[in-house]
């Protein structure tokens, strides 16, 4: 079935560092992207979205990015502070479905 | 504004028996969806109401139901509690619209 996931489970960055966290989705029909950040014993929090009519988005230091060609999303987080540390996972839909299928999750810490 | 509210946080079962967790979307959201997250299995839909009807319904046994007020709550049950059903479920607010979503912090279910 449809499945979104992530390449890499764990990235150590030092502080102050640029993060970039991949993901691989393989459902062509998505259309929706969102990025979502999870602290121990939180929901998860959303960063930044992206629809299938863009290929980049910007926010306050991260940056998404959405390559359909190769159904590729990235996070990219500019100036990584401690306070990045936590689970991102990315998460997808199509705005009929009005369902997230989540990819598995990448852990990032930052290193002071 | 007020954000996604779940009750309990935290709750212990017995196997056999029935549990019912509720969420209060932000105010004006008409959507709740519902989410499973194990560490097995991710995070993982359940089913997802908006005014009062449910519209989409993932890959889960009957055991698992659901429904929504008409002030937007809404509440979801687990019969018949197995030793697997032991997750933090997340609920999710949103317009409607198939963006937006936002989590609250989830019910941690404990079935011993």
């Known amino acids: 079935g449809e499945s979104v996931g992530l390449h890499l489970p764990t990235l150590s960055v030092q502080e102050g560092d640029n993060s970039i966290i991949n993901c691989a989705y393989s459902?062509?029909?998505?259309?929706?992207f969102i990025w979502y950040k999870q602290e121990s014993g939180k929901g998860p929090q959303f960063i930044i979205d992206?629809?299938?009519?863009?290929d980049k988005r910007q926010g306050q230091r991260v940056t998404v990015l959405l390559n359909k060609t190769v159904k590729h999303l990235s996070l990219q987080i500019a100036a990584t502070q401690p306070g990045d540390s936590a689970v991102y996972f990315c998460a997808e839909s199509d705005t009929g479905r009005r369902a997230l299928t989540f990819g598995s999750g990448t852990r990032l810490q930052v290193q002071p | 504004k007020a954000g996604v509210t779940q009750t309990p946080r935290y709750l212990i079962k017995t196997r056999g028996q029935q549990v019912t967790l509720s969420c209060s979307p932000i105010?004006?959201?008409?959507?709740v969806s519902w989410y499973q997250q194990t560490p097995g299995q991710g995070l993982q839909f359940l089913f997802e109401?908006?005014?009062?009807?449910?519209?989409n319904k993932g890959n889960f046994p009957g055991r698992f139901s659901g429904r929504q007020f008409s002030n937007s709550r809404s509440e979801m049950n687990v019969s018949t509690l197995e030793l697997g059903d032991s997750a933090l479920y997340l609920c999710?607010?949103?317009?409607?619209?198939?963006?937006?979503?936002?989590f609250g912090s989830g019910t941690r279910l404990t079935v011993v």
């Open positions: 999710a607010s949103s317009p409607g619209e198939g963006s937006g979503y936002t």
């Open positions: 105010s004006g959201h008409r959507s």
């Open positions: 992206i629809r299938s009519n863009m």
């Open positions: 459902n062509s029909a998505s259309d929706y």
């Open positions: 109401y908006f005014s009062e009807t449910q519209r």
